[in-house]
């Protein structure tokens, strides 16, 4: 049976993270996540159903509620778009400590102040890079960071531009660093998380398969798009994002190829995940998945998503 330090750092069973899925995640899911002996995460827009919410006051309301439904840890996660970017994600940071969350992660740019504040507040800070560097590692570690993302171009979501896989960004960053280094991007199954494993990662942060499960809101229609379709399906629709085909997806994929420059800000523009994911409107907008699709076969429950890829450790 194999330990990892991950459980230890965060206070859970297994080492596995369910990645930050944004508008995909909410109280009910994430609780079964951290129920089930992983981790949960509550995404930046978790709980809302319309653009005019406040992110805010929805996000104390789904802390809440998950407390309610769960007595272990979750996590809340913060986009950071630049170095300089602090005031919104210290807001968040701020709603959510005063709510009780003490585990935080941070995806995109390396802000030290921000990340101080974290660390000073005595949570736990875990890092994902989009695009992972070496040096971003090194660097996030002399910050305090206590878990490093690594994440591979397999994954969905925002891809990293760089175009490396999951199986050179995991030993990558790993050599680079002395803290644990949780593996991202394509990991579907008990094979997937072995194979990090064997490339020295110490967990896994696992979002698509987190999207085809009874627990979380994504819309039926959407889950059983993905079960339908193959990476086959899939096109990419902006330099850094992938979707299942549609009329919208294969209109932006047909303008990127084309040089046309703004298909991301197009495809914000059109909701991004939110038409088509959580309101089910399969024609709209992104359905934002890894290469890994072709794994998925059906709607399992969260439990037997970790049951079945967290197997070789202790429980
Ligand atoms: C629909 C969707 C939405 C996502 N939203 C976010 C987000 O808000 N913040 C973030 O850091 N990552 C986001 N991600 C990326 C995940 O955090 C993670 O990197 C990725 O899902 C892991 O790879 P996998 O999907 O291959 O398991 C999203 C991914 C998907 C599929």
């Known amino acids: 049976m194999k330990t990892s330090p991950i459980t230890k750092i965060l206070g859970i069973k297994y080492p596995i993270i369910q990645a930050s899925l944004n508008w995909l995640t909410d109280a009910k899911f994430v609780a079964a996540v951290s129920n089930a002996g992983g981790m949960g995460t509550l995404g930046p827009n978790a709980g809302k159903t319309s653009p005019d919410q406040d992110a805010t006051e929805m996000l104390k309301k ?26 919104y994600p210290d807001k968040t940071f701020k709603a959510a400590f005063d709510a009780g969350v003490r585990i935080f992660i941070l995806s995109g740019a390396i802000n030290p102040k921000l990340f101080k504040e974290i660390k000073d507040s005595g949570s736990t800070l875990i890092f994902r890079e989009l695009n992972p560097s070496v040096e971003g590692a090194k660097k996030a570690e002399t910050l305090g960071v206590d878990i490093l993302i690594a994440t591979g171009y397999d994954e969905g979501g925002i891809i990293p531009t760089t175009g490396l896989g999951t199986f050179t960004t995991i030993p990558r960053i790993v050599d680079a660093v002395s803290i644990p280094v949780v593996g991202a991007g394509g990991i579907m199954d008990v094979r997937g998380v072995r194979a990090a494993f064997a490339l020295g990662a110490q967990g896994v942060y696992v979002g698509t398969r987190f999207i085809v499960t009874d627990e979380n809101r994504t819309s039926y229609a959407a889950k059983q798009k993905i079960i339908d379709s193959t990476v086959d399906d899939v096109v990419l629709v902006s330099p850094n994002q992938r979707s299942i085909k549609n009329p919208m997806a294969d209109k932006w994929a047909k303008e990127f190829n084309n040089g046309v420059k703004d298909t991301y800000q197009q495809t914000r523009e059109a909701g991004g995940v939110r038409p088509a994911m959580l309101d089910g409107k399969l024609d709209d907008g992104v359905i934002s998945i890894d290469v890994g699709i072709n794994d998925i076969h059906d709607i399992k429950s969260v439990k037997e998503v970790v049951d079945e890829m967290m197997q070789d450790f202790e429980n």
């Open 62 to 87: 789904q802390i809440a509620e998950a407390k309610k439904l769960t007595d272990k840890p979750f996590a809340v996660n913060m986009i950071v778009n630049s170095e300089d970017d602090f005031a």
